[in-house]
């Protein structure tokens, strides 16, 4: 039987996308990897309940942002608070898309990809 570990974001700036996932997530590093040549740093970003992991991938070589295509994928989580994670996400300015019938919104990172919020149910 196989079960989820991680899932990997590449990103043009490190330090601003862990400030990002800290902010608005809650997220924290928990392990990191750097090439010894520095072609690479990856971190590891746990939520302090499960022991999935969010892996975001700085490549030396590619300090742009990476074209998401129409970012048909997405990360989701879950918001014990779903109102005061949506109120801290909309001061933020960081929502991109919602959708009261579902319940659901997401929001959306420094390069562009997509956190669906959910509510407990």
Known sequence: MLTFNHFNFNVSD?????????EALGLKEVRRKEAEDGSFVIVFLGDGKTAFRLELTALRDHPQKYDLGECEFHLAMQAEDYEAAHKKHADMGCICFENPAMGIYFIADPDGYWIEIIPTR
Do not use: G, M, Q, T
Request: net charge neutral; glycine share 0%.
């Open 14 to 22: 490190l330090d601003r996308s862990i400030r990002f996932y800290e």
